[in-house]
């Protein structure tokens, strides 16, 4: 394996616009609000940007094709700009596109922007869209919700759980994120729920019910990234690096081979073994300190937790309800309310999930900040349990 | 001559009470109410005559032993497509040579008699297929939604095997309007009911039967089976009775269970005879419109050894009640149902990409791999399994013929459906194999990983901008 990343790229500033049905805002004013805290936090001037990394999911209902729409929005000055689209890990993407650019001595400084508009389509949930040409004439014509719900029956049937027992579990994920971002105001969602609200709402996709899916919402964020030599040198402190940064891509075997049967996501477990590698990590139990995961449904969550081996395998359930990832739990996993109350605006997510462990690590996450964190992982997912994208990347602290 | 050597039919699973119908109707025609018995055969909503056709045919041909078809006939007047030949479709989604002689035979009640006597006197050498199937549409609280029903019926034309063979045939053709669609309706218009019995079957028909049985030699009296397809309840028997056939020999046009199937009717009632005669029985078969066409069969010694793999009463008992209305309604576009703007989403068919991937969109047809022997759907270049990923390496591979068990499943209520919840799931096929697709006739309940399944062709969506509609195969749960 190549020697990797680690701490080769530091973060300089990183920026995130507040989440929700943003009605008055365009895709553009998103980018401004996220870039214009970034660009401050950094200390930087627009100018001194060498190149940039825009994510984007969704053409159609949000900034159309290309780069041109950040660097139009930004003014940038006609540095390189490159689109990137890799359905729900688009964040992670764009936030790859910059560090590799930092990492191979392309950049001294580099930005990735994430951005999506998901509430102009006007109805709830996800847009409906193609999915190419060939896959629209077979597949089913299938939501998100019912794409992840049929990841609980497979995971059910692997592990033998009965259906309440499950669907508690899946609750308790819930309800401990709608806690976490009741104390964040950038969240979209920021109140509490009950167990019993969890349990009891109508379902969307059997057995996924309505707590059980993340929000749908507007939003934007934002990195600065750049070595750590130069870091120093503009006088930033208490430095934030990457630690590993991977990807990994489903080939077709998971929907047309037998040797996956359904009960988990295998990206997650070959990005995450090749990240905690790229890191040094041998116990990931007890070396992360803090998640934020893909949660786009409560069981994406739960069965994420073993897949990135934080949970022992078929053993999620307990340690779910056992309250492992809670806030005050052994390793808090969406202390800022996650893809559930931030909803996931797609281009956005994955950044805003790095943004909210790099406001842990700097001590600057208000009521919701963690004693003592040290290494943060984030897994951003693209996809459908069958047919994925699973980035993973983990920050810390520059040593 | 080729004979009969084997049939079966289709039946929609879902029969929608009439009552139901006659509730919500009688505010306008009290007169439903006299017809409201029993329950007719209605479409799921990815129903049509070409998916029916294809259920009947693939039942008729699993009770012989690979025949080998030369021709292909389908026969009907409410084909979905009126420039695509549907009949290939059904030859493609049966995986039958590209070579058949097919052919669309429509514009008339009499459209599969029509098509069984043009076989009957072709002298084709090979196995030929003659389906008839109809999926009828009427006006909303009419006596046609009253009595007619969907179905579809098919035979296996052979010279091997024959169970009934043909004795004589007799064909009349006379524009007698007793109703009529033209170009620019949807539905039919027809005519005072009594006038069509008294000029039309009664004046047509026995004109017919006497020189049939002339040119036979036979007497009426020796007449077993009388099959005179017809939505009136009482005409079989007054034609039968002119004719001097005796009343025990009428064939029910099965009104009250399953409605009457338009030109697929001959060969469902023909179907439903054959299932229990004896040798050496004869059944005059007619069908009537535009004149009449009238078969006269033989049964043979054969017909003791054979058994149709789903035959009218097995296909009968397979049912689910459906009680609403306005499902029914809204399943055959007789209202514009609002069905949100999930369902907005344009389903345009790139029909060069169609024409690429056909032989997995009709056929079913996957790969097996020759290097490593992994069976998969769909088929891509490279072999799926990981340890051997070899190029152009997969021979043919038909899974339609499958049974699989659910491997994962869901009930989706976000995305459009036109009867949610939307079913879907990872299905893993016996011998190998697994894809993800949609299950349909779902009942409530009736679901679970380790379920089992068989494959059946369906429509998968309608490009109503465009007069377009997609087929692919869905699984159903096996009882």
Redesign the interface.
Same mark, same amino acid.
């Given at each position: 394996m190549a020697s990797g990343i680690k701490d080769k790229v530091v973060i300089l500033g990183m920026g995130c616009s507040k989440f929700g049905e943003r009605w008055e805002s365009s895709p553009s004013e998103l980018m401004v609000e996220a870039f214009e805290e970034c660009i401050q936090d950094a200390c930087i001037e627009r100018n001194q940007i060498d190149a940039a990394w825009f994510g984007a999911g969704i053409d159609a209902f949000n900034v159309g094709a290309s780069a041109m729409p950040l660097a139009i929005a930004l003014r940038l000055n006609y540095i390189p700009v490159t689109k990137v689209e890799n359905m729900c890990a688009t964040g992670t993407e764009a936030f790859r596109g910059a560090v590799y650019a930092v990492a191979s001595g392309a950049c001294d400084i580099a930005l990735a922007l994430g951005v999506e508009k998901l509430k102009d389509?006007?109805?709830g949930?996800l847009p409906?869209?193609?999915r190419g040409?060939?896959n629209d004439?077979?597949?089913?014509?299938? =939501?998100a919700? #019912?794409a992840f719900?049929?990841?609980?029956?497979?995971y059910?049937?692997k592990h033998n759980h009965n259906k309440e027992d499950l669907k508690r579990a899946m609750a308790h994920v819930s309800v401990k994120s709608h806690a976490n971002g009741a104390k964040n105001p950038k969240a979209h969602l920021q109140r509490e729920i009950t167990s019993e609200q969890a349990v009891n709402a109508?379902?969307?996709?059997?057995?996924?019910g309505l707590y059980d899916c993340c929000g749908v919402s507007d939003g934007s964020a934002c990195a600065i990234v750049t070595t750590p030599e130069l870091a120093k040198s503009l006088g930033k402190e208490n430095l934030v690096s990457v630690k590993a940064l991977q990807l990994a891509v489903s080939n077709?075997?998971e929907?047309?081979?037998? =040797?996956w049967? #359904?009960s988990y996501l295998k990206t997650t477990r070959i990005a995450s073994q090749r990240a905690y590698d790229e890191a040094g990590i041998r116990k990931p139990k007890e070396e992360i300190t803090m998640t934020e995961v893909h949660d786009c449904f409560s069981i994406t969550e739960l069965v994420t937790m073993e897949d990135l081996q934080l949970a022992e395998e078929g053993k999620g359930v307990r340690e779910v309800l056992d309250g492992n990832f809670d806030a005050d739990g052994k390793t808090p996993c969406q202390i800022d309310g996650g893809l559930k109350c931030f909803g996931h605006p797609i281009g956005a997510s994955g950044l805003r999930m790095i943004y909210e462990n790099y406001l842990q690590l700097n001590g600057r996450a208000g009521a919701r900040q963690l004693s003592d964190p040290k290494l943060g992982l984030n897994h951003n997912l693209g996809g459908f349990p069958?047919q994925n994208i699973c980035s993973i990347s983990i920050v810390g602290p520059y040593n | 001559m080729i004979g009969i050597s084997a049939h079966s039919v289709y039946i929609p699973r879902a029969r929608l009470s009439k009552k139901t119908i006659a509730e919500a109707n009688s505010w306008f025609d009290a007169n439903l109410n006299s017809l409201a018995k029993g329950e007719r055969a209605i479409c799921n909503w990815d129903e049509d005559t070409i998916t029916m056709a294809v259920e009947a045919a693939k039942n008729c041909l699993a009770s012989r032993n690979a025949p080998s078809i030369k021709s292909l006939y389908l026969a009907s007047t409410t084909f979905p497509f009126t420039d695509r030949q549907n009949s290939v479709v059904v030859g493609e989604a049966l995986n039958l040579e590209s070579s058949i002689r097919a052919m669309d035979i429509g514009a008339s009640q009499r459209a599969a008699t029509s098509s069984l006597v043009s076989l009957l006197e072709s002298g084709t050498k090979g196995d030929a297929l003659l389906v008839s199937s109809e999926h009828r549409r009427s006006k909303a609280g009419s006596r046609s939604e009253m009595l007619w029903g969907d179905a579809s019926g098919a035979l296996l034309m052979s010279h091997r095997n024959v169970i009934a063979e043909c004795v004589a045939i007799e064909t009349l053709s006379v524009d007698f309007v007793d109703h009529y669609r033209g170009e620019e309706s949807d539905f039919d218009y027809d005519w005072e009911e009594r006038w069509i019995r008294d000029e039309g079957y009664l004046k047509t028909i026995p004109l017919a039967v006497e020189k049939l049985i002339k040119r036979a030699n036979i007497s009426v009296e020796q007449i077993k089976h009388f099959i005179l397809p017809s939505d009136q309840i009482r005409t079989p028997g007054a034609v039968a009775k002119s004719i001097g056939i005796a009343q025990e020999a009428i064939v029910d046009n099965q009104i009250a269970s399953v409605g009457v199937a338009g030109a697929a009717q001959p060969i469902v009632l023909l179907s439903k005879v054959l299932e229990v005669a004896g040798p050496g029985e004869y059944i005059l078969l007619l069908g009537f419109g535009q004149g009449c066409d009238a078969v006269l069969f033989k049964t043979t010694k054969e017909i003791v050894q054979y058994k149709p793999s789903m035959g009218v009463e097995k296909a009968i008992a397979n049912r689910r009640e459906e009680t609403n209305y306005n499902k029914f309604l809204s399943f055959n576009s007789l209202i514009e149902k609002d069905i949100?703007?999930?369902g907005e989403?344009d389903k345009q068919?790139?029909l060069s990409?169609?024409n690429?991937?056909k032989d997995?969109?009709t056929g079913f047809i996957g790969g097996k791999c020759r290097v490593c022997g992994?069976v998969?759907?769909?088929r891509?270049k490279y072999c799926?399994?990981?340890e051997c990923n070899a190029l152009d390496s997969q021979d043919d591979y038909c899974f339609s013929d499958k049974l699989g068990t659910v491997?994962?499943?869901?009930?989706?209520?976000?995305?459009?459906?036109w009867n949610p919840?939307?079913y879907?799931?990872?299905v893993?096929f016996d011998g190998?194999?697994?894809?993800?697709?949609?299950f349909t006739e779902v009942e409530e309940g009736k679901i679970?990983?380790?379920s089992r399944v068989s494959v059946h062709f369906r429509v998968?969506?309608f490009d109503s901008v465009r007069g377009f509609r997609?087929y692919?195969w869905k699984a159903i749960i096996k009882d």
């Amino acid at each position: 394996m190549a020697s990797g990343i680690k701490d080769k790229v530091v973060i300089l500033g990183m920026g995130c616009s507040k989440f929700g049905e943003r009605w008055e805002s365009s895709p553009s004013e998103l980018m401004v609000e996220a870039f214009e805290e970034c660009i401050q936090d950094a200390c930087i001037e627009r100018n001194q940007i060498d190149a940039a990394w825009f994510g984007a999911g969704i053409d159609a209902f949000n900034v159309g094709a290309s780069a041109m729409p950040l660097a139009i929005a930004l003014r940038l000055n006609y540095i390189p700009v490159t689109k990137v689209e890799n359905m729900c890990a688009t964040g992670t993407e764009a936030f790859r596109g910059a560090v590799y650019a930092v990492a191979s001595g392309a950049c001294d400084i580099a930005l990735a922007l994430g951005v999506e508009k998901l509430k102009d389509t006007g109805y709830g949930g996800l847009p409906q869209r193609s999915r190419g040409l060939e896959n629209d004439m077979y597949w089913p014509n299938l =939501s998100a919700p #019912g794409a992840f719900a049929q990841l609980a029956t497979g995971y059910r049937a692997k592990h033998n759980h009965n259906k309440e027992d499950l669907k508690r579990a899946m609750a308790h994920v819930s309800v401990k994120s709608h806690a976490n971002g009741a104390k964040n105001p950038k969240a979209h969602l920021q109140r509490e729920i009950t167990s019993e609200q969890a349990v009891n709402a109508p379902y969307i996709a059997e057995p996924i019910g309505l707590y059980d899916c993340c929000g749908v919402s507007d939003g934007s964020a934002c990195a600065i990234v750049t070595t750590p030599e130069l870091a120093k040198s503009l006088g930033k402190e208490n430095l934030v690096s990457v630690k590993a940064l991977q990807l990994a891509v489903s080939n077709g075997t998971e929907s047309s081979h037998e =040797s996956w049967d #359904g009960s988990y996501l295998k990206t997650t477990r070959i990005a995450s073994q090749r990240a905690y590698d790229e890191a040094g990590i041998r116990k990931p139990k007890e070396e992360i300190t803090m998640t934020e995961v893909h949660d786009c449904f409560s069981i994406t969550e739960l069965v994420t937790m073993e897949d990135l081996q934080l949970a022992e395998e078929g053993k999620g359930v307990r340690e779910v309800l056992d309250g492992n990832f809670d806030a005050d739990g052994k390793t808090p996993c969406q202390i800022d309310g996650g893809l559930k109350c931030f909803g996931h605006p797609i281009g956005a997510s994955g950044l805003r999930m790095i943004y909210e462990n790099y406001l842990q690590l700097n001590g600057r996450a208000g009521a919701r900040q963690l004693s003592d964190p040290k290494l943060g992982l984030n897994h951003n997912l693209g996809g459908f349990p069958h047919q994925n994208i699973c980035s993973i990347s983990i920050v810390g602290p520059y040593n | 001559m080729i004979g009969i050597s084997a049939h079966s039919v289709y039946i929609p699973r879902a029969r929608l009470s009439k009552k139901t119908i006659a509730e919500a109707n009688s505010w306008f025609d009290a007169n439903l109410n006299s017809l409201a018995k029993g329950e007719r055969a209605i479409c799921n909503w990815d129903e049509d005559t070409i998916t029916m056709a294809v259920e009947a045919a693939k039942n008729c041909l699993a009770s012989r032993n690979a025949p080998s078809i030369k021709s292909l006939y389908l026969a009907s007047t409410t084909f979905p497509f009126t420039d695509r030949q549907n009949s290939v479709v059904v030859g493609e989604a049966l995986n039958l040579e590209s070579s058949i002689r097919a052919m669309d035979i429509g514009a008339s009640q009499r459209a599969a008699t029509s098509s069984l006597v043009s076989l009957l006197e072709s002298g084709t050498k090979g196995d030929a297929l003659l389906v008839s199937s109809e999926h009828r549409r009427s006006k909303a609280g009419s006596r046609s939604e009253m009595l007619w029903g969907d179905a579809s019926g098919a035979l296996l034309m052979s010279h091997r095997n024959v169970i009934a063979e043909c004795v004589a045939i007799e064909t009349l053709s006379v524009d007698f309007v007793d109703h009529y669609r033209g170009e620019e309706s949807d539905f039919d218009y027809d005519w005072e009911e009594r006038w069509i019995r008294d000029e039309g079957y009664l004046k047509t028909i026995p004109l017919a039967v006497e020189k049939l049985i002339k040119r036979a030699n036979i007497s009426v009296e020796q007449i077993k089976h009388f099959i005179l397809p017809s939505d009136q309840i009482r005409t079989p028997g007054a034609v039968a009775k002119s004719i001097g056939i005796a009343q025990e020999a009428i064939v029910d046009n099965q009104i009250a269970s399953v409605g009457v199937a338009g030109a697929a009717q001959p060969i469902v009632l023909l179907s439903k005879v054959l299932e229990v005669a004896g040798p050496g029985e004869y059944i005059l078969l007619l069908g009537f419109g535009q004149g009449c066409d009238a078969v006269l069969f033989k049964t043979t010694k054969e017909i003791v050894q054979y058994k149709p793999s789903m035959g009218v009463e097995k296909a009968i008992a397979n049912r689910r009640e459906e009680t609403n209305y306005n499902k029914f309604l809204s399943f055959n576009s007789l209202i514009e149902k609002d069905i949100g703007k999930r369902g907005e989403v344009d389903k345009q068919t790139y029909l060069s990409g169609y024409n690429r991937r056909k032989d997995l969109l009709t056929g079913f047809i996957g790969g097996k791999c020759r290097v490593c022997g992994t069976v998969q759907i769909p088929r891509e270049k490279y072999c799926v399994n990981p340890e051997c990923n070899a190029l152009d390496s997969q021979d043919d591979y038909c899974f339609s013929d499958k049974l699989g068990t659910v491997a994962t499943w869901t009930a989706d209520r976000l995305t459009f459906d036109w009867n949610p919840p939307a079913y879907f799931g990872m299905v893993q096929f016996d011998g190998g194999g697994k894809i993800m697709m949609d299950f349909t006739e779902v009942e409530e309940g009736k679901i679970d990983t380790g379920s089992r399944v068989s494959v059946h062709f369906r429509v998968r969506q309608f490009d109503s901008v465009r007069g377009f509609r997609k087929y692919f195969w869905k699984a159903i749960i096996k009882d």
